[in-house]
């Protein structure tokens, strides 16, 4: 079994900058995908940001140039840098991982809240 844990969400100032990590742990023999995602209520989970190997990133319009995603395949471990906050940025991000731990199969944690308020 994997178990994915994200953490460092909280409270911050508009403008401000958060880093929020997320660790898979369990028997996995590989890691494709790991990605962010965030949800507010009342609205669909929305994906934030992902990467694949070490190389390949994706982002949200709504964050390109303020969030950068990284990953440390030593410690099964991503993270998200997010800088210039913004209200619209509260919510709860949740974490997943695309993981091979005998089958290949898409792993969430149980997410960690952010909220961006004055």
């Known amino acids: 079994q994997v178990q994915v844990v994200e953490s460092g969400g909280g409270l911050v100032q508009p403008g401000g900058s958060l880093r929020l990590s997320c660790t898979a742990s369990?028997?996995?023999?590989?890691?494709?995908?790991m990605a962010w995602s965030r949800q507010v209520p009342g609205k669909q989970r929305e994906l934030v940001a992902s990467i694949v190997s070490n190389t390949i990133t994706t982002y949200a319009d709504s964050v390109k140039g303020r969030f950068t995603i990284s990953r440390d395949n030593a410690k099964n471990t991503v993270y998200l840098q997010m800088n210039s906050l913004k209200s619209e940025d509260t919510g709860v991000y949740y974490c997943?991982?695309?993981?091979?731990?005998?089958?290949?199969?898409?792993?969430w944690g149980q997410g960690t809240q952010v909220t961006v308020s004055s």
């Open positions: 369990g028997s996995i023999s590989s890691i494709k995908t």
């Open positions: 997943n991982v695309i993981a091979d731990a005998g089958t290949l199969r898409n792993y």
